[in-house]
T-cell receptor, first 114, second 116 residues
Framework: AQSVTQLDSQVPVFEEAPVELRCNYS??????LFWYVQYPNQGLQLLLK??????LVKGINGFEAEFNKSQTSFHLRKPSVHISDTAEYFCAVSDRGSARQLTFGSGTQLTVLP | GAVVSQHPSWVICKSGTSVKIECRSL??????MFWYRQFPKQSLMLMAT?????????EQGVEKDKFLINHASLTLSTLTVTSAHPEDSSFYIC????????????FGPGTRLTVL
């Protein structure tokens, strides 16, 4: 079984400032890692994913994340945020078996202030 | 590509009625579809995993007689909330897994159910 912890439930940040959203996971097996964004009353959109290879993953909208196996972390970063980045962000993991069900963190509300 | 639709986007019903929510993969074949429930300001909780042509696998605590799932084709899964009550009010989201992109789930836009 896997679990995901997003320590920050809310992150306010000023426009054009950098941001980091933290994600730690726990698993007894190797996992795949994902970040999703959810705008109000909408479904989830994939920002980026780590399957294997380079630990630095680049996604859409200027976001990137780094997989750190020793710290079991997959923090999301963006060097300069925009008002339009205001949304809920979910970190998720799945095992590498046949089921590959996603386990989500509790989410982080990113609010970009003008 | 990889678009998933849900219908309806929102529904309001009286207590005791049944509501059907459709999830369609528009441009790919989905051997597996997932149904999630999301309460306000909370994360997504997996309700069930649906494989085409077979019975759905429900997560612990989810009543299979309450939430009927049918996955009759590779592009359509339905969730029926039977005898809905106010506590069933929630945001229901489906996702579909592409046969070729096995590692990724594509999410629908969600259905807001309000039971009066």
């Amino acid at each position: 079984a896997q679990s995901v912890t997003q320590l920050d439930s809310q992150v306010p940040v000023f426009e054009e400032a950098p941001v980091e959203l933290r994600c730690n996971y726990s698993s007894s097996v190797s996992v795949y890692l994902f970040w999703y964004v959810q705008y109000p009353n909408q479904g989830l959109q994939l920002l980026l994913k780590y399957l294997s290879g380079s630990t630095l993953v680049k996604g859409i909208n200027g976001f990137e994340a780094e997989f750190n196996k020793s710290q079991t972390s997959f923090h999301l970063r963006k060097p300069s945020v925009h008002i339009s980045d205001t949304a809920e962000y979910f970190c998720a993991v799945s095992d590498r078996g046949s089921a590959r069900q996603l386990t989500f963190g509790s989410g982080t509300q990113l609010t970009v202030l003008p | 590509g990889a678009v998933v639709s849900q219908h309806p986007s929102w529904v309001i019903c009286k207590s005791g009625t049944s509501v059907k929510i459709e999830c369609r993969s528009l441009d790919f074949q989905a051997t597996t579809m997932f149904w999630y429930r999301q309460f306000p300001k909370q994360s997504l909780m997996l309700m069930a995993t649906s494989n085409e042509g077979s019975k759905a696998t429900y997560e612990q605590g989810v009543e299979k007689d309450k939430f009927l799932i049918n996955h009759a084709s590779l592009t359509l899964s339905t969730l029926t909330v039977t005898s809905a009550h106010p506590e069933d009010s929630s945001f229901y989201i489906c996702s579909a897994r592409d046969q070729t992109s096995y590692n990724e789930q594509f999410f629908g836009p969600g259905t807001r159910l309000t039971v009066l």
